[in-house]
């Protein structure tokens, strides 16, 4: 089965990057980049026309901030219907800690090779 990959992410570089990775496995079709939640939640809406399910989500764990209500509103109506994989960005222990306090169990380190 092809998935299509949604990578969401401040980063432009990462996300390119990211999107090298999808393009070199058959078993992803194709891939977005988006910048902003905003932008996720259009493409989540059911009525978007541009996009088959199934879909994995690489989202940028910068942009998960849980004292946010509407961050935390969005990715738990998001985690209902999608796999979500983190890039961690290295923060402090305590944001992987709320990560995984959420919910998350895919949760990978922006800083390793393309093996790992």
Known sequence: MQ???IIC????????GCSTL???HPQFNGYCIIRNL???NEIMSEDHPNYDFPKVLVI???MLNFANP????TIHLIKKSLPIMVLFNDEDEVHLYNL???GF????????SETE
Not at 9 to 16: F, I, N, T, V
Not at 70 to 73: M, Q, V
Request: hydrophobic share 40%; glycine share 2%; net charge negative.
């Open 70 to 73: 509407l961050t935390y509103k």
């Open 3 to 5: 998935t299509q990959v």
């Open 105 to 112: 169990s895919v949760i990978v380190s922006r800083h390793i």
């Open 9 to 16: 992410d401040q980063q432009a570089l990462y996300a390119l």
């Open 22 to 24: 999808i393009n070199e």
């Open 38 to 40: 905003q932008m996720l």
């Open 60 to 62: 940028d764990s910068g």
């Open 100 to 102: 995984i306090d959420h």
